[in-house]
């Protein structure tokens, strides 16, 4: 075995690390919220469990003699109502961050925590880089920042921790460019201009891995090298097949979450991190 690994939330991203851990010879725990998916854990990891970790009863003997653990949580539902945010990320988060800080534990423990590079918000599609200071105009991005500061502050001598922000994720299941050509000739309320993040599931998943390898320490951005406005985008991915474009706003709805950064990638290749898929354009490179 190459050791023990956990992954908190084994939905789209977290089933995958899971898999791919397992593979290499990691004997995995895995959890869920509920009794319903127990059976489909079976599949994916040695230990299945249910851990729901906003609850004053949750079990956290889970994280026992663990050697890496990825935090891989997100709302229950499509919806982007604050209450589902905050039941994830201002309660479920920080109660596992407490429990990580005050369980006893007989190794060093690297803990990875998913997040999103849409936190920088509206940067007017500047390049941005970790060292800029997220957007917290919007109550989402600071629940989401809030969240990866808990899980910074558990940096000791045994814990090493670090945040990945994730761009907008495609992959198997996830076809976002087939997506995008469905709304070809189509009013889409979204402004056009903006220039978004993305990353490859494959990515995500060798990003928790080389993260853990390394045992990295601190914020960085885990997303590919595109950086054009959805309609950029929009019109080379209609253009390959003939298609008329996506009509989008020029304008933000009111209220409308803001998401318009270059967000670099740099911090990561430096550490030595490659991409295996470049960007959603490009053909998606063979395992």
């Not at 869920?32 to 079976?42: D, F, K, N, S, V």
């Not at 599931?201 to 060798?206: H, P, Q, S």
């Not at 985008?233 to 097949?241: I, K, T």
């Not at 409308?256 to 959603?280: E, I, K, P």
């Amino acid at each position: 075995m190459s050791g023990r690994f956990g992954v908190v939330g084994c939905g789209y991203v977290g089933s995958a690390v899971a898999l791919h851990l397992r593979a290499q010879g990691y004997e995995l725990t895995g959890t869920t919220t509920g009794p319903a998916r127990l059976a489909e854990l079976c599949d994916l990891v040695d230990h299945p469990r249910i851990l729901r970790a906003g609850d004053s009863a949750a079990d956290f003997s889970v994280f026992d003699d663990l050697d890496g653990v990825l935090i891989a949580m997100a709302p229950t539902t499509a919806s982007y109502e604050e209450d589902q945010y905050r039941a994830v990320y201002g309660e479920a988060v920080p109660a596992i961050v407490k429990a990580l800080r005050e369980r006893p534990r007989q190794r060093p423990l690297h803990v990875s925590y998913l997040s999103s590079a849409g936190v920088y918000g509206d940067q007017c599609g500047a390049v941005t880089t970790e060292l800029s200071s997220p957007d917290l105009s919007n109550s989402t991005n600071e629940l989401l920042v809030q969240a990866e500061n808990a899980v910074l502050g558990l940096n000791t001598p045994s814990i090493q921790t670090c945040v990945l922000r994730l761009g907008g994720i495609y992959g198997p299941g996830k076809d976002i460019p087939s997506f995008i050509r469905s709304a070809s000739g189509q009013q889409v309320a979204k402004n056009g201009n903006h220039i978004n993040a993305w990353v490859h599931l494959e990515d995500i998943v060798r990003g928790v891995e080389f993260a853990l390898q390394r045992r990295l320490q601190g914020i960085y951005n885990l997303v590919d090298d595109l950086q054009l406005s959805r309609r950029e985008l929009s019109n080379a991915l209609c253009d390959e097949e003939g298609l008329p474009p996506v009509i989008w706003d020029n304008h933000d709805r009111p209220g409308a979450r803001v998401f318009n950064a270059r967000v670099s990638n740099a911090r990561l290749l430096q550490m030595g991190f490659s991409l295996r898929t470049r960007s959603m354009l490009e053909p998606v490179a063979a395992c």
